[in-house]
């Protein structure tokens, strides 16, 4: 079965600083791999994905990720942090053979002024 | 606004109790999901059905059942309630294939007293 382990359940940044949120994946066929973002009270909403297609995936509100298969890790960046960026990501990878998305633990990103 | 809706928004209720959360997916999606929210759990999966048949089966407790309409829409009974049960319950629906993106309802605050 897939899993995802995401590295630091806590990550602290300045506003403008790079932010790297960490995803490690497993699986026994390519994968799909997705980032969410949850904000306080609110569902999960999908920030980008990758499905085979460009290693490298734009997403929304000027994150991307870069899948690389010698490292199983499809991390999240951006390179200047907002305020608003404060909240709970959470990665999840789901296989070509199964709709079973997992999810990890999520990460919580602060944003510091 | 993701088009998935969840009733009710919050419920209060007591030990071995039972309730029931509905769910209405996106207009078009066929897979409905489930999962349950807590501080100490994380996200975790419960069930998946599509186009009304059970797929996918994660941590779901057997006082805990699901079931998917004709109409598509979704309802997650949780009977003998514990106090442990009190938790955020999201229900997410999506296309259906492994590859598309999971859209998330607001979710039910579930508090078990």
């Known amino acids: 079965a897939q899993s995802v382990t995401q590295l630091g359940s806590h990550v602290s940044v300045s506003e403008g600083a790079l932010v790297l949120l960490r995803c490690n994946y497993s699986?026994?066929?390519?994968?799909?791999l997705f980032w969410y973002v949850q904000y306080p009270n609110q569902g999960l909403q999908l920030l980008l994905k990758?499905?085979?297609?460009?290693?490298l995936v734009k997403g929304i509100n000027g994150f991307e990720a870069e899948f690389k298969k010698s490292e199983t890790s499809f991390h999240l960046t951006k390179p200047s942090a907002h305020m608003s960026d404060a909240a709970e990501y959470f990665c999840?990878?789901?296989?070509?053979?199964?709709?079973?998305?997992?999810f990890g633990a999520g990460t919580r990103l602060t944003v510091k002024p | 606004d993701s088009g998935v809706t969840q009733t009710p928004k919050h419920l209060i209720t007591a030990t071995g109790q039972r309730v029931t959360l509905r769910c209405s997916p996106r207009?078009?999606?066929?897979?409905v999901y489930w999962y349950q929210q807590s501080l100490d759990q994380g996200l975790q999966f419960l069930i998946q059905?599509?186009?009304?048949?059970?797929?996918a089966k994660g941590n779901i407790l057997e006082r805990f059942s699901a079931q998917q309409f004709p109409d598509l829409h979704s309802e997650l009974n949780l009977s003998s309630l514990e106090l442990g049960d009190s938790a955020l319950y999201f229900c997410?629906?999506?296309?259906?294939?492994?590859?598309?993106?999971?859209?998330f309802g607001p979710g039910t605050r579930l508090t078990v007293l």
């Open positions: 997410a629906s999506s296309l259906g294939f492994s590859y598309n993106e999971q859209f």
């Open positions: 699986s026994s066929v390519p994968p799909y």
């Open positions: 990758y499905t085979s297609a460009a290693t």
């Open positions: 999840a990878v789901s296989l070509y053979n199964n709709n079973d998305m997992r």
């Open positions: 207009s078009g999606d066929l897979s």
């Open positions: 059905y599509y186009n009304g048949e059970e797929r």
